[in-house]
């Protein structure tokens, strides 16, 4: 189930970060999954985290790594899941900043994201080099990059969805923001729903410590979105709310600003399509891969099928089962092609 990607650039190629379940094993964990052998994965011991693969063809085909990038705490802000990474390069050093949730007080604290940051050192190797490497992973910092907010009242209540942004007016995490209704409590509380949702920013020093966060949403109505700098301009690409549950109906969509504060406002760019089990159901998490003369675009595809879901035989794949359990949800990482916009594209 390959979720939520992230893509990063380099002479190498894509490499592509991406949220899924990995199965225990007796001494690791695995992101794949044998059709023919399903007790070999114990699904009651999974872990969700960051896979990595490689493209060297702008992602027509992918080179995998079997394990995860990084591994959830034991304790702490990160020990549940972690989730929708962001991928930059500072020096000989690969960070990914990521969404996480784990405990409060010694307690989990469900669905409830702050932003983490993982560092690996490359030492003169590649990043497919060393991500290649299964003994090497990310290490974790163990105090989040930025924190949620629980004061009631607060747009941020959660913080998720990261990108960094290293660009002329200085080093930026965008992320979403959700105010909840009962901000201190966790999802499955009584009574508890999201009241708000927007784009937030903050500033980062060169030691990636927080200098300023935003006091209110930049931008509302947008969802799991990446914030890239190109052609003199910010360029965010992001999910609509959809209209229905688990993202039903939800398209990519796309905004532009010249200061990275004032945005257009977004408009659809690519919507569901018909094809059953790929993306007749909605779409979400776009990322993009800036090329010279255009815009390779991944993202989350879900599809739905007449069927429950199966994991045996030769249709045997991870899935959601949905309604009564007599269909299946699937999630798909797809990928589209667009025209690179022009420059000053940002301009009101």
């Not at 969404?99 to 003169?124: C, H, M, N, P, W």
């Amino acid at each position: 189930m390959p979720v939520d990607p992230g893509v990063y650039v380099d002479h190498e190629g894509y490499h592509l970060f991406y949220s899924t379940p990995f199965c225990r094993r007796v001494h690791d964990y695995t992101f794949s999954f044998d059709p023919a052998h399903p007790t070999a994965c114990d699904r009651t011991r999974t872990i969700t985290s960051i896979a990595y693969a490689f493209s060297r063809d702008a992602g027509l085909t992918w080179e995998f790594r079997q394990g995860p990038a990084v591994l959830p705490g034991d304790s702490g802000f990160d020990a549940g899941r972690i989730e929708t990474a962001a991928a930059f390069r500072l020096g000989d050093t690969l960070y990914l900043a990521y969404s996480a949730d784990g405990e409060r007080g010694g307690r989990k604290f469900t669905a409830r994201y702050q932003i983490g940051v993982a560092r690996l050192s490359l030492s003169r190797h590649s990043v497919r080099e060393a991500m290649m490497d299964e003994s090497r992973q990310f290490e974790r910092r163990t105090t989040p990059l930025l924190p949620f907010d629980l004061r009631p009242g607060r747009f941020d209540n959660n913080v998720q969805e990261p990108s960094v942004v290293i660009g002329p007016d200085g080093w930026f995490l965008y992320y979403v923001a959700l105010g909840w209704r009962l901000p201190d409590e966790p999802i499955e509380a009584a009574g508890q729903h999201i009241v708000s949702i927007g784009l937030g920013r903050a500033e980062l020093d060169e030691h990636l410590n927080v200098v300023s966060r935003s006091a209110s949403p930049l931008l509302g109505g947008v969802n799991t979105t990446e914030v890239r700098y190109f052609n003199d301009a910010y360029h965010l690409f992001g999910s609509t709310l959809g209209s229905g549950e688990g993202h039903r109906n939800e398209a990519i969509s796309y905004a532009t600003s010249p200061d990275g504060v004032h945005w257009t406002s977004p408009r659809v760019i690519l919507s569901p399509g018909s094809v059953p089990g790929f993306n007749d159901w909605g779409l979400m998490a776009p990322t993009a891969a800036v090329e010279p003369n255009r815009l390779v675009l991944f993202y989350t595809a879900f599809g739905t099928v007449s069927r429950a879901c199966q994991t045996v035989g030769p249709a045997g794949r991870f899935g959601f089962p949905w309604g009564d359990g007599s269909r299946c949800m699937f999630a798909t990482t797809a990928r589209a092609i667009s025209a690179l916009p022009p420059t000053g594209s940002a301009r009101h």
